[in-house]
């Protein structure tokens, strides 16, 4: 089962969308005010697209294909059960990634110094 979990963790990180890809640049190596990030990290039985651990904020990232309701109820049990677990959850839209950066790092970064 570790092993299964490790190969489809390996596969979000090889087929990242352009959107994971462009704000992971500003997450990754502590660029963040010198927050550590990880990326499609398990907090079992879910993947996370980003995690701070130390501050046990997490960040999902939302395409085109989160705007269906079955997506929409999956998306709400998830959060649910993430934050019964003592984590804050973001949630951005892809498209929020490229027409806002610096909003979702300001908004990223408030939630980290709360």
């Not at 352009?18 to 993947?47: C, M, S, T």
């Not at 309701?69 to 049990?77: F, G, L, N, S």
Request: proline share 2%; charged share 25%; aromatic share 12%.
């Amino acid at each position: 089962m570790k092993n299964i979990m490790q190969n489809h963790i390996r596969e979000l990180r090889q087929n990242s969308s352009d959107a994971e890809k462009r704000l992971w640049y500003f997450l990754r190596a502590k660029r963040l005010n010198g927050y550590k990030f990880r990326r499609q990290h398990p907090i079992h039985p879910f993947v996370v697209d980003f995690v701070c651990l130390e501050k046990k904020l997490i960040i999902e990232l939302d395409g085109g294909q989160h705007a269906t309701q079955q997506h929409y109820d999956y998306d709400k049990d998830r959060t649910t059960f993430l934050e019964s677990q003592g984590y804050q959850v973001i949630r951005f839209w892809n498209n929020v990634v490229f027409s806002e950066i610096r909003a979702v790092l300001d908004t990223i970064l408030t939630a980290l110094n709360n």
